[in-house]
């Protein structure tokens, strides 16, 4: 039997007292989630205006939340793939400590309440986008793309690049091309970062049947796309400080720490290293904090400046 087609993962008989706290919790997928609150924070922090700090923090919440919602979506649509992968099999579903309609339940509840929330709490367009949000993750990228075609993670990286813009929408109540930079830098970060660690789990995605990069292309294709990737990612951290969101000194920041980036992804290109792909993927967590992190740094001192 295909492990893509049969979503009717078995529970184990034996020891199964039904989930914890802690087991709600991990299907929310909390490091991700930490990813979103504070690209959804810089979103809102570099965003002109201003929100009352409670209806700012209202806000963050809801988009917290909402990612959340969609993680528990994901992980119940994909819990025959998850039973597969050494990454994957100890999360709740394919554990067996909950069933799959809890996880859905949680998901769809959480998703309603969270748009709902945001759109009472700041406006309705940024409810609007972090429906659309919850939306494209749950169902154009784990439902459609994930399983269908090896620019899964491309298309459907749209869905982690929009926090910041739904964050901008919230305080200013429209788009414009600032958080569109943002959503550009996370849109252009996502391939290398997750193709980064498909080379690593290579064997565990051929197994699952998901049609990652490495799995399709081979080892060499995807290691050459990274490295495009990253010579396109690298620049466009830096444009902030030549359209006035940002100053020279967060440029010459991006610049050295967007160099590192295309180094790190050159070595792997030239080595054929996945120990080097692995220290890439850290990287890339690290690179993203520190860009918005930078960000936020610089308007901060550039408000105690003024």
């Known amino acids: 039997m295909s492990v893509t087609s049969d979503h009717q993962i078995a529970s184990p008989t034996d020891g199964f007292s039904g989930p914890s706290v802690g087991d709600f919790w991990a299907l929310l997928k909390p490091r991700v989630m930490s990813l979103v609150i504070f690209t959804g924070f810089a979103g809102m922090y570099l965003a002109p205006g201003s929100l009352h700090p409670l209806v700012f923090a209202v806000s963050l919440f809801a988009i917290a939340a909402g990612a959340g919602a969609s993680g528990a979506i994901n992980q119940w649509y994909d819990r025959d793939i998850d039973a597969v992968m050494t990454r994957t099999k100890n999360r709740p579903i394919p554990a067996g400590v909950m069933i799959p309609a809890e996880a859905l339940t949680m998901g769809l509840v959480i998703s309603a309440l969270s748009v709902l929330l945001l759109g009472l709490a700041?406006?309705?367009?940024?409810?609007?986008?972090?429906?659309?949000?919850i939306f494209f993750y749950a169902v154009i990228y784990t439902i459609w793309l994930k399983r269908s075609t090896p620019q899964n993670i491309v298309i459907?990286?749209?869905?982690?690049?929009?926090?910041?813009?739904?964050?901008?929408?919230?305080?200013?109540?429209?788009?414009?091309?600032?958080?569109?930079?943002?959503?550009?830098?996370?849109?252009?970060?996502?391939?290398?970062?997750?193709?980064a660690l498909a080379l690593v789990k290579n064997d565990d995605y051929k197994a699952a049947g998901v049609p990652m990069l490495p799995v399709v292309a081979g080892h060499d294709e995807t290691r050459k796309q990274i490295l495009i990737y990253a010579?396109?990612?690298?620049?466009?951290?830096?444009?902030?400080?030549?359209?006035?969101?940002?100053?020279?000194?967060?440029?010459?920041?991006?610049?050295?720490?967007?160099?590192?980036?295309?180094?790190?992804?050159?070595?792997?290109?030239?080595?054929?290293?996945?120990?080097l792909a692995m220290r890439l993927f850290a990287y890339s967590i690290l690179y993203l904090f520190l860009i918005f992190l930078a960000l936020v740094l610089d308007q901060f001192v550039a408000g105690m400046v003024l």
């Open 122 to 133: 700041a406006n309705w367009l940024a409810a609007g986008l972090l429906a659309f949000t």
């Open 231 to 275: 010579l396109i990612l690298a620049p466009l951290a830096v444009v902030p400080s030549f359209i006035g969101m940002a100053s020279w000194i967060y440029g010459g920041f991006a610049s050295v720490a967007g160099a590192i980036f295309v180094a790190m992804s050159w070595r792997i290109w030239a080595s054929k290293s996945n120990v």
């Open 156 to 195: 459907g990286g749209a869905a982690g690049a929009l926090p910041p813009l739904i964050g901008w929408a919230a305080v200013t109540g429209g788009i414009s091309i600032e958080p569109l930079l943002l959503f550009g830098i996370i849109f252009i970060w996502t391939p290398p970062h997750f193709w």
